[in-house]
Each structure stands twice: as C-alpha cells, then as structure tokens.
C-alpha cells in the first residue's frame, strides 16, 4: 500500500484546511485509514481514523475536524476548520490492514496566531 498526503499549508487562526490521502496498491485490503500529527518535541498522537461508516477523534479536534472516506477512489479526508496555533504540526496519512500499518509522507499544516 502506497500513501500519497496532499493539502497542508499555512493559515491563520480560525481558517480551514483540508487535507488528502490517496491510497494505491494492495488498496482493497485497508480496514482503518486515519490522520495521525506529529508536533516539534511532541509524540506522533491520533487525529481521527475511520473504519467504514465508523469515526474516531481525538477530544482536542472533536467538533472542529471531520474525516471522511471515498472508497472508490480509496481516498481519505481530514476538513479542519477552526484551526488554533496548537494544530501547527507534521500530519501523516496511515492505513491499517489485517498485519501491517502504513504511513504516508508527512504534510506540514502550519497555524498562525
């Protein structure tokens, strides 16, 4: 499986972003696609991942953020609008089959106050 991110960007506090993942590959075995972010001198935390229908944020974007799923185009999206200068950080595309889990590249989503 291959992850391409696209979308991220600067933007002022209170703007939206919307970020992209395509997946290509042994696409039709992912189950779990999700947006995992990763801050300077910070921990690679959850955004939100989907599984089907199913979503899952983590409390600091719930409300603000949505993810969504094509599954014919095997493309996940992260909508993020009222952003804070606290959401500034590297975000990650991942996809999760049965055995293994896959990252893409990193795409820098920068918020200014």
């Known amino acids: 499986v291959q992850l391409q991110a696209s979308g991220g960007g600067l933007v002022q506090a209170g703007g939206s972003l919307r970020l992209s993942c395509a997946a290509s590959?042994?696409?039709?075995?992912?189950?779990?696609m999700g947006w995992y972010r990763q801050a300077p001198g910070k921990q690679r935390e959850l955004v939100a991942d989907i599984v089907r229908g199913d979503t899952n944020y983590a409390n600091s974007v719930r409300g603000r953020f949505t993810i969504s799923r094509d599954p014919a185009k095997n493309t996940v999206f992260l909508q993020m609008n009222s952003l804070k200068p606290e959401d500034t950080a590297v975000h990650y595309c991942?996809?999760?089959?049965?055995?293994?889990?896959?990252w893409g590249q990193g795409t820098q989503v920068t918020v200014s106050s």
């Open positions: 590959g042994s696409s039709l075995s992912i189950i779990v």
């Open positions: 991942n996809a999760r089959t049965r055995t293994d889990a896959y």
